[in-house]
């Protein structure tokens, strides 16, 4: 198992945004938090769980979640949403090495890949 430390990740300018450890929940969900210095809900966050199959169950889950906070334009102490990035993988537990390898390499493309960053960044729909 690897040690809950910090995870850093550029945000959209290439700048490193260095998430640290806050807790690690009663479900097993592993919760982070960025820097922020107006309170504590205009702090981007992620979160990182692995479920193990259940009795008699044959996949496990990993699901990993980025939260980034919408404040008022008008009052920046005021969150007015969120916007929010959720991935799971399901995992039989027979899958090869190469298949884990493979589903991983094909969401790391499909995230970077233009019909996705148009439809985040321009709403555009992929037809």
């Known amino acids: 198992m690897t040690a809950i430390a910090a995870i850093s990740l550029d945000d959209s300018t290439s700048s490193a945004v260095v998430f640290t450890p806050s807790n690690i929940d009663q479900q097993g969900v592993a919760k982070y938090f960025a820097p922020g210095s107006s309170g504590f809900d205009s702090r981007p966050a992620l979160s990182q769980s692995v479920r193990l199959p259940k009795v008699g169950g ?30 799971e993988f399901v995992i039989p537990k027979r899958a090869a090495d190469l298949d884990r390898a493979n589903v991983l390499a094909f969401a790391q493309n499909i995230l970077a890949d233009a019909s996705t960053i148009a439809m985040v960044t321009n709403l555009e729909s992929v037809y």
């Open 58 to 87: 044959n996949v496990a889950r990993a699901t990993v979640k980025a939260v980034i906070p919408v404040m008022d334009p008008a009052d920046a102490s005021l969150k007015i949403g969120e916007v929010i990035f959720t991935g």
